[in-house]
């Protein structure tokens, strides 16, 4: 248990590295539609992210799956863009209806998992024993994912709440910002995907 310490701390750094940006994009475009007294949802759909990157950064780690990275970094922003379009096409924006968002945590999940496993397994190297490590490194993505979905619960709370700003402008904008970039970065990515 010597290294949990380090593979917590590598993991919630990994997820909030603002050079990484895109793990961070896709969690406040999922959160986007969300205000802080929405916590209980949010944990639920925080947890079904947590599953579904679990379980592939494990299959991965332990090479029980492959796939190219160029893909699964093209993959990434098409997550976020296709939450992101949901979010803008939504017309109640009220969060008891959004089970749509659940289905994206748990699936995308699975995607963002594989982005996670590459970083991983370049920390392991060649270790024999790595259920410790991938337990802390984990503990600590959802640690960070929990940091990130605080941040933007009290901001959408702060400008809803405090300037007037309609729940649905917040998220109109929010969510129209992230799949601008979201876009930008896939194009990129396909370029880089054709190229390998």
């Known amino acids: 248990m010597q290294d949990f310490p380090l593979y917590f701390q590598l993991g919630w750094q990994h997820i909030a590295d603002l050079s990484a940006y895109d793990h961070i994009l896709f969690i406040t475009v999922l959160c986007a539609v969300y205000l802080l007294n929405d916590w209980k949802k949010v944990l639920i759909l925080v947890t079904a992210f947590t599953v579904g990157h679990s379980i592939t950064l494990a299959l991965s780690v332990l ?103 309609k729940r649905r402008d917040w998220n109109m904008f929010i969510s129209s910002a992230i799949f601008g970039i979201a876009i930008m970065m896939a194009i990129g990515r396909f370029e880089d995907l054709v190229k390998a």
């Not at 970083?119 to 940091?147: D, H, V």
Request: aromatic letters at 10%.
């Open 63 to 165: 090479h029980i799956i492959q796939i190219p990275t160029p893909l699964i970094e093209f993959l990434i922003p098409v997550t976020i863009c296709i939450t992101a379009l949901a979010n803008i096409s939504r017309r109640d924006n009220q969060p008891e209806k959004l089970r749509l968002n659940y289905f994206f945590a748990l699936f995308f999940g699975l995607v963002h998992g594989l982005g996670f496993s590459n970083y991983l397994k370049s920390l392991l190297g060649s270790q024999t024993s790595i259920w410790q490590p991938l337990m802390a490194f984990n503990i600590g993505l959802e640690f960070g994912q929990i940091l990130i979905v605080a941040v933007v619960l009290l901001l959408g709370g702060i400008i809803v709440n405090l300037t007037g700003v």
